[in-house]
């Protein structure tokens, strides 16, 4: 495999994270740098379904390169709410990083949402106790204002 690829770099729950190119196991400084422009410029794509994340939480585990990388999610949701608290706690804990701003309804929710938690734990100093309770209360608002809630 060569550094950069064409296509985005699939990772899911379904199957391992892909193993990085052999031309990073050949020598220690050819590794450093190489590994850099393998990380830097390729776009490392997140299949999340129903806001489960642990493929995600499994490969920002592995390194600080790897929580550095570009990454895209695309995401497939029933709106399953505890599996999205957790994902706005893992933000909140600097495990993972937020969704880029999207389009469609569902993704424009989410990504307030993490907008909201990076304010409140930034400017507003509160624990995440605090922010998931205010969490709760747009879940509610959810709840009654669009179905699947």
Request: aromatic content about 10%.
């Amino acid at each position: 495999m060569v550094l950069v690829s064409a296509d985005r770099i699939q990772i899911d729950e379904q199957r391992p994270p892909p193993s990085e190119p052999a031309l990073l196991r050949v020598h220690k400084q050819m590794r450093a740098e190489a590994r850099a422009i393998y990380y830097k410029e390729n776009t490392f794509r997140f299949h999340v379904n129903d806001f489960d994340i642990t493929a995600v939480l499994r490969w920002y585990a592995v390194s600080a390169t790897h929580r550095k990388c570009h990454h895209h999610y695309i995401i497939s949701s029933s709106h399953d709410w505890p599996r999205l608290l957790a994902w706005l706690q893992a933000y909140y804990d600097g495990l993972c990083r937020s969704i880029g701003e999207r389009r469609d309804n569902q993704a424009c929710v989410v990504h307030s949402l993490f907008g909201m938690v990076r304010e409140m734990k930034g400017e507003q100093a509160l624990t995440w106790q605090q922010v998931a309770k205010n969490l709760e209360y747009v879940h509610q608002g959810l709840v009654a204002t669009q179905s699947g809630w």
